[in-house]
């Protein structure tokens, strides 16, 4: 008996450990990044979109991070979202050198934090935790995808997709998006300036809403 409550101790203790160890990191994260929702607008974030375009436009709110630049979500003409944030990439390298484009599904990963933004039918889920200089990119979509434009200094895209990412440095997903349709259109622009990339992604905010292959580019600064 005595033995038998042993060995179920060391089961109990086993199990412990391994639930303490699966927790770890994503507690670690959450308390190292120390994110938070603000109405902080950011003036570089702005002034990506032709001035035209900023008496349709106005902030929803900004996800601020100890460990990474903010995120950013727009509303556009009360019929579209407009989603923004910047990463750090080489000055020297250009866009068609850092992106790389595969065709295939996406998802999160159980060990990883995600703070996830809803975006009418569908949800934009960001990783937690520290992003070091990118020196490469790769965007999937379980759909279609359309090239608009595939410069040194912007690369624009149409996608029709059930589910997409962008990943950084060949690590796992920075950003998964995810439909709650069989399928979903978005508009996905990559802006280079300097040592800065932009990404902007443009969704629609209701059902009504509809997006045209050129329209992204129709808004940004050229």
Known sequence: MEKTNKIRL????ILILIFAIV???????VLSNREHLSHKELVDYKNLFDK???SDLRLSNT???ELREPESLYIYKDKYNLFVTKVHVPDSLEIDKLLTLKYEASKTIEDEVYFSIQSFNFKIHIKSGELTLVKSINLKVEGKLTTIVFAKDLASFYINFKTSSIVFNNDRSYIVLKTEKAISSAALSFIKKGGLLYVVLLTPAINKAEISPQQINTILVR
């Open 63 to 65: 996800v601020e991070s």
């Open 52 to 54: 035209k375009a900023w």
């Open 23 to 29: 927790l770890a990191k994503p507690i670690y994260t």
């Open 10 to 13: 060391i089961k109990y203790i």
